[in-house]
C-alpha cells in the first residue's frame, strides 16, 4: 500500500489558494541550504550576499536575540559560550547519550527536570534548550531566506534526513519543522534527494551507489533508476560518524603537543568549541593545501601547530575506512560487486576531501559522480520532491527501512512483520492468537532490530488490546498491522475479528538512542546470528511443549473420565518428562518428550473427538451441516 506519493501521471496534491509554494530544505550537520524547483529546474536559493550555505550554528545574543549562520560563526570567535553547532548529531538523542558524547561535543547539558521527557536539554547563554528548538531556530532562517527571495508566504517543505536516523530523530525534525512554522510535506532520506537530483539532470538510469559523508552522520545507499521510479534496494550508515570526527581528531592531536610544552588543563566548553573552530578550518585548508599553520590560544597561552595533509589522510584513515566497510555492507545486503554499480554519487562538504575521493574511487573502480555541488546536491532533490508533491511529476520515490520492526511473542521470541530494506510506504498485517485458556488480554510488544529475541533489539512501544472475548488457547484471532509512512514513521494497531475490539498507537518513541545504535544491531545481527537461531529454536521447542502440556492438563479436567486409572497414569508421566526437560538446554530432548507426549494422547484425543462429534450432531440432520471455513494462518503470543 502506498501512501502520501503519486505514481507515475497521477493526481497531485492540491495547489494552494493562496499561492503559497513547497521548498526543499537540507537540514545539515555543518551546513543547511533551501532550494526551489519549477519546471523539473531546481534551483538553490541565496541569500543577498550570494551565498547558498547557511551555516548550522545558532547564537543566543545577551539581548536575548537569537542570531544563525555566519553572524553566529563570528560570534562563536569571541562568545563561543553563547554558541551551538553540530547540534543534528543531537537529535533524537537522549540525556545519557550525551553522556557517552560529552568528551566530543562542545556542550554543557542541562540537569534533567521532574515531568520532562528523556530528550537532552543543553545550556546555551543561561538558556535551557533542546535540539529540536535549536534546530527550528535554523529552520526558520532557512523559511526566511526563501520568503525574502521569491517574495511569498513559505508554509511548506520537503526535509531530508539521514537515511540512517531513527523514528525519534524523525520525529525530532518534523517538531522542529513545526516550531519554525513549516508544514512538512514528507521526510525524504539524503541519499534519494541526491540520487533524484542526478537522475533527473543527467537522464540516468541503472544501479548507482550515493556515499554521502556530512559534518555528523554517514549514509550510504544503493539504488536503482529506471524510467523514472527511484527504488533504494539497501541502505546502511553510521547516525554518529562525519566530518565532525576529523575536526576531533585533529584537535586531539593538537592538545596533546599543546600539553606536551604547557600541560594539559581541562578544557571548558567554550574553550572546547574555540578548539574545534580551529580544526574545522583545518580541515578545510588541506583539502586544498599540503599543509599550513595554525595557533590556538587558551587561557591567555597560544601555542602553534603545523600539519601537512598527509599526516591530516593518516588521522582520518580509519573514519574514511568504516565508511567503505558500510559500503562494502550494503552491496553484499543486495548481493552485488562494485563492479556491478554505473556509478557513485558523492554527497556532503566532507566528500571534498582528496583521501575520501581516492578510497571511493577504489573501491568502486571508477572516478564518482561530483558534478553537482556536494553541498547543494541534497536540496536539489528535495525540491524536486516537493514541486512533485505540490505540482505533480512522473517522478516516483521508493525508500526503504533501515532496521527490521516486529513483535515479542511468547517466550520473548521476535516475529518480524516488516524486514529491513522493505520500500516504504508500507503496510503488513499478521494474525496472531492467544496462548493460555480464558485470556481476555494481549500485550503487544513492537521492537526494532535484527536479533531474534526481544531483549536484544530496541524497544519502541508496548500497548494492551483488551476486551478480547474468553476462549480456549489458540482460539481468539487478532490482526496486528504495522503501517510506515513516507516519512518512515510507524503506526501499530491491533484488532480481535469476532469482536471488533481494536487498539492503535503511533509510535513515537523517547529521544534516547544512542549514537552506535544503528549500526550494532546490523553488526551484532551478524556475529550471533548462528547462536540467535539456535536460542530461538531451542525457546520455540519450550514454547510448544508447555502448550502442549497446558492442553493436556486442560482436556484431562474437562474429559478426564473417559481414561482409566492406568491410561491416566501413563500420560500424567510423559507430561511429567515433558515438564522436567523445560529448564534445560537440551532443544532435542524437549522435541522427544513431547513427541511421546503426543503418542501418549492420541486414543485418548480420537476419544474426546468422538465424544465432542456426537454431541455437536445430536439431534441435527447431516444435510443442515456446511463445510467450516478455511482458517487463516496464526501464531502463538501472551501476555
Known amino acids: 500500500m502506498l501512501i502520501q506519493i503519486h505514481e507515475p501521471g497521477g493526481t497531485p496534491l492540491p495547489h494552494e489558494g493562496d499561492g503559497r509554494l513547497a521548498v526543499g530544505i537540507d537540514l545539515g550537520t555543518t551546513n543547511s541550504v533551501v532550494a526551489i524547483s519549477v519546471g523539473n529546474k531546481p534551483e538553490v536559493i541565496r541569500d543577498a550576499h550570494g551565498h547558498a550555505l547557511v551555516p548550522s550554528v545558532v547564537a543566543y545574543m545577551a539581548d536575548g536575540s537569537v542570531v544563525v549562520g555566519e553572524e553566529a560563526r563570528r560570534e562563536r570567535l569571541e562568545n563561543p559560550e553563547r554558541v551551538v553547532s553540530s ?14 558524547l560529552s568528551g566530543a561535543l562542545p556542550f554543557e547539558r542541562a540537569a534533567p527536570e521532574a515531568g520532562e521527557s528523556a530528550m537532552v536539554r543543553l545550556m546555551i547563554s543561561g538558556r535551557r534548550l533542546s535540539p529540536v528548538e535549536i534546530s527550528a531556530e535554523i529552520l526558520k532562517s532557512l523559511k526566511r531566506q526563501a520568503e525574502a527571495a521569491l517574495g511569498r508566504e513559505v508554509v511548506r517543505a520537503v526535509v531530508t534526513v539521514p537515511a540512517y536516523f531513527d523514528d525519534a530523530a524523525r520525529s525530532a525534525t518534523k517538531d522542529a519543522a513545526k516550531l519554525a512554522g513549516l508544514e512538512v510535506l514528507r521526510l525524504v532520506n539524503e541519499p534519494t534527494a541526491a540520487a533524484l537530483a542526478y537522475g533527473l539532470d543527467r537522464g540516468a538510469e541503472g544501479l548507482y551507489v550515493v556515499y554521502d559523508l556530512g559534518g555528523g552522520t554517514f ?4 539504488l536503482r533508476l529506471e524510467k523514472g521510479v527511484f527504488q ?9 560518524l562525519g566530518g565532525d570526527d576529523f575536526d576531533h581528531a585533529v584537535a586531539e592531536k593538537f592538545l596533546a603537543e599543546r600539553a606536551e610544552s604547557l600541560g594539559k588543563p581541562a578544557l571548558t566548553p567554550a574553550e572546547a568549541a574555540s578548539v574545534l573552530a580551529t580544526t574545522r578550518l583545518v580541515k578545510e585548508c588541506l583539502s586544498q593545501h599540503t599543509e599550513g599553520d595554525w595557533w590556538i590560544e587558551l587561557a591567555g597561552q597560544a601555542s602553534h601547530h603545523r600539519l601537512t595533509r598527509a599526516e591530516f589522510e ?73 514541486e512533485a508533491l505540490t505540482a505533480g511529476s512522473d517522478t516516483l520515490l521508493l525508500d526503504v527501512i533501515p532496521l527490521s520492526l516486529g513483535i515479542e511473542t511468547m517466550g520473548g521470541i521476535v516475529e518480524k512483520i516488516i524486514p529491513r530494506n522493505t520500500p516504504i510506504p508500507v503496510a503488513e498485517t499478521e494474525e496472531f492468537t492467544t496462548y493460555q485458556d480464558g485470556q ?19 524497544s519502541l512501544a508496548r500497548f494492551e488490546l483488551r476486551g478480547i472475548p474468553p476462549m480456549t488457547a489458540g482460539a481468539a484471532r487478532i490482526r496486528v498491522t504495522f503501517a510506515i509512512d513516507a516519512d518512515g514513521l510507524l503506526t501499530v494497531s491491533a484488532a480481535e ?64 473420565d473417559l481414561l482409566d486409572k492406568a491410561e ?68 502463538a503470543d501472551g501476555r
Open 87 to 100: 547540534i543534528k548529531r543531537l537529535m533524537g538523542r537522549g540525556v545519557e547519550d550525551v553522556k557517552r
Open 219 to 222: 549514509d550510504v545507499s544503493l
Open 232 to 240: 533504494v534496494l539497501a541502505t546502511g550508515g553510521d547516525s554518529a
Open 314 to 386: 593518516q588521522l582520518i584513515a580509519p573514519f574514511i575506512d568504516r565508511t567503505l566497510a558500510l559500503c562494502r555492507g550494503v552491496l553484499e545486503d543486495a548481493r552485488l560487486t562494485p563492479s556491478g554499480v554505473r556509478g557513485v554519487v558523492l554527497v556532503g562538504g566532507s566528500t571534498r576531501i582528496p583521501l575520501v575521493r581516492r578510497k571511493v574511487a577504489e573501491l568502486f573502480g571508477k572516478e564518482p559522480l561530483a558534478d553537482i555541488d556536494p553541498d547543494e546536491v541534497v536540496a536539489l532533490g528535495a525540491a524536486l520532491q516537493a
Open 440 to 458: 481476555s488480554a494481549m500485550m503487544v510488544h513492537v521492537v526494532q532490530g535484527e536479533r531474534e529475541l526481544a531483549d536484544e533489539n530496541r
Open 497 to 560: 475479528k469476532t469482536t471488533g475490539v481494536a487498539q492503535k498507537v503511533e509510535v513515537k518513541p523517547s529521544y534516547g538512542l544512542s549514537e552506535d545504535d544503528m549500526t550494532r544491531m546490523l553488526r551484532e545481527s551478524l556475529d550471533h546470528a548462528e547462536d540467535d537461531m539456535l536460542r530461538r529454536l531451542l525457546i520455540e521447542s519450550r514454547v510448544d511443549a508447555k502448550r502442549a502440556v497446558n492442553a493436556v492438563r486442560a482436556a484431562l479436567a474437562a474429559d478426564g
Open 568 to 635: 491416566r497414569a501413563k500420560i500424567e508421566d510423559a507430561v511429567a518428562k515433558v515438564e522436567g526437560q523445560l529448564p534445560g538446554e537440551n532443544r532435542e530432548a524437549i522435541e522427544a518428550a513431547a513427541e511421546a507426549l503426543e503418542n501418549a494422547t492420541k486414543a485418548f484425543a480420537e476419544r474426546r473427538m468422538d465424544r465432542g462429534m456426537r454431541k455437536a450432531l445430536a439431534g441435527r440432520n447431516i444435510a443442515d451441516l456446511e463445510e467450516p471455513e478455511t482458517g487463516s494462518r496464526v501464531r
